[in-house]
Structures are given as structure tokens and as C-alpha cells.
């Protein structure tokens, strides 16, 4: 088991070929996940200096300080990395919805589904 | 706000221009992210018709049936759907540690960073 108490600055993160990372956005004190969304290392950069979550808008090709439309910044207050250094997830406090429709979390619907067994 | 109640199938789900949509595992009793991966098409159907979390591996560039190599399964108890429909959050229980490094979740690390404000 690989020590859990090693820390890993900007460098580690390994962007890929495509320069994006999926980030997850989780609710710091419930765990419900907000919002995946992608950064580069663009969005991860203004993501440390500020302390709110940006990301890349994969559609509109461009930075996205989320919050800057609605008002409702995800405030950031630790990053995690996967062992293969290649996603995050965000523990956050959200200032409010997190979803453009007004729900707290993107994830307010399930696939009409159960397990089978 | 949009009806939380509304259920979606697969047909619903948007793919994209590189047919891979983002998928969080997220340990349905603790609310820990455990894993983030990629599902293509093919994933998402043999999850569904198995019980289990299958992904499409971006490296390897073949189906992964996630555990097979370690028997350590994640059993998907519900899927969660975006409101743009094109990522996923599973809930999932864990047939053990998710990550090939033998600990619970692939995110045991943390970047070295606080939110300065």
C-alpha cells in the first residue's frame, strides 16, 4: 500500500495528450458530487491562485471560472490526486446550486436502472 | 429547477465527438470517490447487463471489466446522470481496495496546497 501521506505539487499531474484532466467537484461536508468537469493546466493554475475551481469548457473552448455566470462559486479547500496522477478530486464549498438548471448537483437524475442479481 | 424524479435510459446519454464520457465510482455507503474512469458505449451496456463497473481504457485501448485482474469488483448499485448527459457518478460497493496500489481509493494523495483566503 503506496504511503497515503505523500503530497504532489502542479508538476506530478500528468495532462495528457489532450491537456485535460477530468476533475471531480465533491460537497466537502455531505460527499455528493457536484460537477465533473475538465481542467488543463491553465484552469489547475488559476484554481491554486484563487482558490475557487476553474476549469476548460470543452464547448466553448475556453477558460471557465465556474460561478463567474451564476454566482455560485465552488470555494475549493483541498485536491486530491488518483494514483496515476491523471484526475482530481475537489473537495468544495459551494456558494449555492452547483447545476445550471438550479438543482444543487449536476447528478439529480438516474438511468432508469437497477442491478440485476 | 428540473424535475430530480425524471429517469433517463442509455440512449440518452451523449457520447461525444470521442465516443468516452467521464465516470465517477463512488462507494455507496461512505460517499468516497474511489476511482475515475472513461465509459465508451460498450462499457455502459456490458455495466448495465453485468451488475458491474466496466470502462473503456484509454492506455490499453480495450474494454476493461474493472476487478478482473484483482477480483476486486465494484457493484454498481445506481447511475447518475448529468445534466448534460454526458457524465456519469456510480454508486458503487466495492469488492475491495479499488486501487492497484492495495489502498481503498486511487485519490489517497493529496496535492501540497491550501486555499489562501
Redo the contacts between chains.
Keep these: 500500500?503506496?504511503d497515503?501521506h505523500?503530497?504532489?505539487?502542479?508538476a506530478d499531474i500528468d495532462f495528457g495528450s489532450d491537456n485535460l484532466i477530468?476533475a471531480?467537484s465533491?460537497d466537502a461536508e455531505?460527499?455528493?458530487?457536484l460537477?465533473?468537469a475538465f481542467m488543463n493546466p491553465m484552469s489547475l493554475q488559476k484554481t491554486?491562485e484563487t482558490?475557487d475551481a476553474w476549469f476548460w469548457s470543452r464547448s466553448r473552448r475556453e477558460l471557465w471560472h465556474k460561478g463567474a455566470t451564476s454566482g455560485n462559486y465552488l470555494?475549493?479547500?483541498?485536491?486530491?490526486?488518483?494514483?496515476?496522477e491523471n484526475?482530481?478530486?475537489l473537495k468544495v464549498n459551494p456558494d449555492g446550486?452547483a447545476?445550471?438548471?438550479?438543482?444543487r448537483s449536476?447528478?439529480?437524475?438516474?438511468?432508469?436502472?437497477?442491478?440485476?442479481?
Excluded: K
Design positions: 500500500m503506496t497515503a505523500q503530497t504532489l505539487t502542479v477530468p471531480v465533491q455531505t460527499g455528493e458530487v460537477v465533473i491554486l482558490g470555494r475549493v479547500q483541498s485536491i486530491s490526486v488518483n494514483c496515476e484526475s482530481l478530486v446550486p447545476c445550471h438548471t438550479g438543482n449536476c447528478f439529480y437524475r438516474e438511468l432508469d436502472w437497477r442491478p440485476n442479481r
